[in-house]
């Protein structure tokens, strides 16, 4: 499995920006579909967005669209979480995943399609 350490993450006010990174060793960066997933106290890890292999083709959940921007540097083996307009309802922590996929074009967004997992960096975003 690929092994994934997310940084980037802090306090932040509402209408600000944060970039998320997420640094990945031991397997070959560009066999995974990588994803970003947010868990607030109380609730559910939700699905944020996802990118494939050949980074080409992104999908976000409705709430982040048009605010956030999931990219790859796939010679870097590190995705990125652009997030811009940052709401109080985008406190959570965030947690870098990896789907291995033979499909270059392929995105998840199920939790349970991506089997390895960083730690997580916590985003608070204070009003």
């Known amino acids: 499995q690929v092994q994934l350490e997310e940084s980037g993450g802090g306090l932040v006010q509402a209408g600000g920006s944060l970039r998320l990174s997420c640094a990945a060793s031991?397997?070959?960066?560009?066999?995974?579909?990588m994803g970003w997933f947010r868990q607030a106290p109380g609730k559910e890890r939700e699905f944020v967005a996802s990118?494939?292999?050949?980074?080409?083709?992104?999908f976000y959940r409705h709430s982040v669209k048009g605010r956030f921007t999931i990219s790859r540097d796939n010679a870097l083996n590190t995705v990125y979480l652009r997030m811009n307009s940052l709401k109080p309802e985008d406190t959570a922590t965030y947690y870098c995943?990896?789907?291995?996929?033979?499909?270059?074009?392929?995105?998840?967004?199920?939790?349970?399609?991506?089997?390895?997992w960083g730690q997580g960096t916590q985003v608070t975003v204070d009003t």
């Open positions: 995943a990896a789907a291995a996929t033979d499909n270059s074009g392929t995105y998840f967004t199920r939790p349970t399609d991506f089997g390895s």
């Open positions: 031991g397997r070959t960066f560009t066999s995974y579909c």
């Open positions: 990118i494939s292999r050949d980074g080409i083709t992104t």
